[in-house]
């Protein structure tokens, strides 16, 4: 794994989606194709993730496994997310605000940027635009099951492959600083 999943940054990600809404919903379908287009939009810019998360492919394209699980409350981390986002039907609502304090200001306007570009697409085609991604296309499961998307095969798509050892490299290295942080 290459990038750490970040469940504060997630939960602000989503919400900040979901406050493009009128209503501060949307479906789980949008929600995942949403985020993962804007944490790959951000690798690709910035060499960075907004969420840290492990994409999957599933039969509606790439998705955040680890999102996905919070969603469905299979998560040990789904407690938290359920402080602010909650499931009705196959919608993901707001509840609270969690605020944007982690997001940087580049990842909140790369967030802002792909729900509008979007907010006049169905579900469906925003689905469909993430079956044009090389990794997914890579990666296709056969209906009905998912299949792991392999960090190189984002990273191969993105244009950042010849960085993979350097992002291990820096991911190690601000793991490490969080935890001399923590113990301090």
Known sequence: MIF???????IQASAVLLK???AQRMSRLRLLKLLYIADRESLAERARPITGDHPVAMDNGPVLSTTYDLIKGEDFLAPQWQQYLKNEGRDVVLVADPGVGDLSRREIAKLHEVAWRFQNSSDWVVAEATHTFPEWAKNQPPKGSSRPIPMEDVLEATGLLQLRDKLIADTLAEAAAGRLFASA
Do not use: G, Y
């Open 4 to 10: 750490q999943f970040n469940i504060a940054h997630t």
């Open 20 to 22: 493009t809404e009128p």
